[in-house]
């Protein structure tokens, strides 16, 4: 069963959900409490009308497997206080940092699920957590430049604008080399028609992805970029996800053996 609450951070109130384990506060105080040998499933939606509404089916999913599981609209976004105009993301990175840190038990492991920007923010948060972190799962994922990082979203001509439409800006992505480095499970889950995010994205990401992790593409041929929409309407693509990237979490999560695995839905 799902628990919605709130946490105030910098100045935001933020709606958050979560579920198979003792809900922690929306106040900052000590982390919730619960056996810390338990992955937590941090499920991180999109941009522009994302929410953290449309991915509680595959938090549900997530639970369901034994899992906890943690969900937040940053602000600007569904339930969240605040301006959209005024998010960043960095100030994602530090939105959903400051709900983990308050909710989740320390030290415990995460499986961090990120759609479309959120790629960008679990590599953050990836970086931050270092080997806590046990499984990715990412879905059409992005990535930006470290000058993006600090940069307000503001309006559709504005400079977070203009820097993420300058040809090629990603490459430098940080986030990249973040990828590179992790060992853990990873799952890249790729939509057959993406209007929204490269080809060359996407292999960047998967090519990074397959240099440590233990790590599987799987292809969804008649799905497009929101796959949080996606996998709310289909259950069985949904389960298969989740299978996928629990796949082989033994101690503490960690994979026993490292190599790619195409899976096509």
């Known amino acids: 069963m799902l628990s919605s609450f709130l946490h105030d951070h910098d100045g935001e109130r933020l709606s958050c959900v979560s579920g198979g384990g003792s809900k922690g506060g929306g106040d900052g105080g000590s982390n919730g409490g619960g056996d810390r040998e338990t992955a937590t499933a941090v499920l991180l939606h999109g941009a522009g009308n994302g929410s953290k509404e449309r991915l509680l089916p595959l938090l549900e999913e ?38 983990i840190d308050a909710t989740v038990p320390a030290e415990g492991p995460l499986i961090l699920v990120g759609f479309s920007m959120s790629g960008q923010t679990v590599a953050d948060l990836a970086g931050h957590y270092g080997e806590r972190v046990v499984a990715l799962g990412l879905c ?35 986030a990249l080399g973040v990828l590179r480095a992790f060992a853990g499970r ?35 041929p008649d799905a497009e970029h929101m796959l949080g929409l996606w996998f709310r309407e289909h259950a069985e693509d949904r389960q298969r996800f989740v299978d996928l990237v629990l796949t082989g979490l033994g101690d503490r999560g960690r994979t026993q053996g490292r190599g790619q695995l195409y899976v096509h839905d």
Do not use: K, M
Request: hydrophobic residues 45%; glycine residues 8%.
């Open 62 to 99: 997530f639970v369901a497997r034994g899992c906890r599981g943690l969900a937040l609209d940053f602000s600007g976004h569904g339930e969240s206080s605040g301006e959209l105009r005024e998010l960043s993301l960095r100030r994602r990175f530090e939105q959903a940092v400051a709900v």
């Open 186 to 220: 990873a799952v890249l889950a790729v939509p057959g028609t993406d209007t929204v995010i490269p080809p060359a994205v996407t292999e960047a990401v998967a090519e990074a992805l397959a240099t440590n992790a233990h790590f599987t593409r799987f292809e969804l």
């Open 140 to 174: 059409a994922p992005a990535v930006y430049s470290a000058e993006a990082w600090p940069v307000p979203f503001g309006n559709r001509d504005g400079r977070f604008s203009e820097i993420i439409r300058t040809p090629d800006n990603w490459r430098q992505a940080p």
